[in-house]
């Protein structure tokens, strides 16, 4: 099946500084990735959809210019977390639609948890 | 945001016993999906259930959907302390590319 591949899978840094996290479509294209954050012991939150070629669109309460989206390529977008503070710290999931575009199956990637000290 | 909410937030069992979580929503669907996450680690696809459909089994798990009433229920039975881990539902809309919306989960504790 179609695979989705994050990166860094762990990434602990200091506050003030920024984190960039990337999400990998391995077999197939994908024009649009979605970014999850999930807080401990709670439920994934959609923070913005990443469009290729394109601006992402944030979700309501996401800060664009703390989240930055890019995605350059069909098979891959960014997550940038600038300033990070440990009020960021947690694990941020990406996912994309496989072959079939708007109906096709929706994958995840593993995962990167983010510690901000 | 999130679709809907899901029971009971948490549960605990004795092995061998079946584990019923519950989900509700509140759009049109195309599918609904049931994931499991074990602590700090990824999502582990279960089970898709489409619109049409009413229920469906894979080993252990049986899923049933009911879309007059927006609501959805999993099934582990003859549970096992390794089905200890966090379950949530996540709804999908096929309406455009849309993003799949996850409930708020049920913690799942099977007690050996």
């Known amino acids: 099946g179609a695979v989705v591949s994050q990166h860094p899978s762990r990434v602990i840094c200091k506050s003030g500084t920024s984190v960039k996290i990337e999400c990998r479509s391995l077999?197939?294209?994908?024009?649009?990735m979605f970014w999850y954050r999930q807080f401990p012991k709670q439920s994934l939150m959609l923070m913005a959809t990443?469009?290729?070629?394109?601006?992402?669109?944030?979700e309501q309460g996401v800060e664009k210019d703390k989240f930055l989206i890019n995605h350059a390529s069909l098979t891959l977008s960014t997550l940038t977390v600038t300033s990070a503070h440990p009020e960021d710290s947690s694990f941020y999931i990406c996912?994309?639609?496989?072959?079939?575009?708007?109906?096709?199956?929706?994958?995840f990637g593993e995962g990167s948890r983010l510690t901000v000290l | 945001s999130q679709q809907g909410e899901e029971d009971p937030q948490a549960l605990s069992i004795q092995e061998g016993e079946n584990a019923t979580m519950n989900c509700s929503y509140k759009?049109?669907?195309?599918?609904l999906q049931w994931y499991r996450q074990n602590s700090g680690r990824g999502l582990v696809h279960l089970i898709l259930?489409?619109?049409?459909?009413r229920e469906k089994h894979s080993g252990r798990l049986r899923v049933t959907l009911d879309t007059s009433k927006k609501s959805s229920s999993l099934l582990i039975t003859a549970s096992r302390a390794a089905d200890t881990a966090s379950y949530f539902c996540?709804?999908?809309?096929?309406?455009?590319?849309?993003?799949?919306?996850f409930g708020k989960g049920t913690r799942l504790s099977v007690i050996a």
């Open positions: 990443s469009n290729e070629g394109s601006k992402a669109t944030y």
């Open positions: 996912s994309a639609r496989g072959p079939g575009g708007a109906s096709g199956e929706l994958f």
């Open positions: 077999d197939f294209q994908a024009t649009t």
């Open positions: 759009t049109s669907i195309n599918n």
């Open positions: 996540a709804t999908d809309q096929y309406s455009g590319n849309t993003p799949l919306v």
């Open positions: 259930i489409r619109s049409n459909e």
